[in-house]
């Protein structure tokens, strides 16, 4: 007789190949990013097991997960063995990690280059469809006073008030500026409009005697700073 071709189910394997018992046993970082995502799948169907299914998902975000943490309800379901529950569990788990980074970042006092704007603010912008633009507002010794969000808009561009953002640093009384916006389409380099509007906030600034320190470009792959590429 022929041995059957059918896939053997989770329970099935040996008990420390199957992701709860692994991670019990090994702990999290044990587990590839297929068994994590199966974990939140919670079971397979007739055909396919919760880490096949996973695997799947994965593929369809090239294997990566800052693609995976763009992906909507949509998205996912788009996969077999996805309903709209197993797809609002990945989503919940990837926006806790979003939360998690983001919380920790807000702890940041002090700015002392680009790299404490990107981790400041990548975990909240990267992923979103749209753009945002925020500044950050900075006293003497270039401690942040306040975060605030000035605008959002569409795919490929947000309006910018300059004077809505004089006013607000203003308001604060804030010494330094550092502006920020993300680009939905993981291009991290800067248009013509992002060059233009941060000539203008700068020249703006300079008549307050308010600095403009940089402008971050936030992606979820690299970022870019003017300041760090000399356009400030």
């Given amino acids: ?132 633009f925020w500044v950050l507002l900075l006293n003497r010794a270039n401690k942040i006073i306040e975060r605030v969000k000035i605008s959002e808009g569409g795919y490929t561009a947000t309006t910018v008030d300059v004077r809505k953002i004089m006013k607000t640093a203003l308001e604060h009384q804030a010494i330094g500026l550092i502006l920020c916006h993300n680009h939905p389409s993981g291009n991290h380099n800067p248009s013509n409009e992002d060059i233009n509007i941060t000539a203008k906030i700068k020249q703006a600034a300079k008549t307050l005697d308010i600095s403009l320190l940089d402008h971050v470009i936030i992606t979820s792959g690299k970022c870019f700073s003017m300041a760090d590429n000399s356009m400030i």
Avoid: C, Y
Wanted: no cysteine; hydrophobic share 40%; net charge neutral.
């Fill in 1 to 132: 007789m022929e041995p059957s071709s059918k896939a053997l189910t989770i329970k099935q394997w040996a008990h420390d190949d199957r992701p709860r018992e692994k991670m019990i046993s090994k702990g999290a970082t044990a587990l590839s990013d297929a068994e994590l995502v199966a974990i939140l799948i919670g079971s397979g169907t007739t055909n396919e097991t919760a880490v096949g299914i996973a695997q799947k998902v994965l593929a369809a975000a090239k294997n990566n997960l800052n693609e995976l943490g763009r992906f909507t309800i949509k998205d996912l379901t788009k996969t077999k063995g996805i309903g709209t529950a197993k797809a609002i569990a990945i989503m919940a788990a990837l926006e806790l990690g979003r939360r998690r980074k983001n919380s920790e970042a807000i702890n940041r006092e002090q700015i002392t280059s680009s790299n404490d704007v990107i981790e400041l603010f990548q975990a909240s912008l990267a992923d979103l469809p749209h753009e945002e």
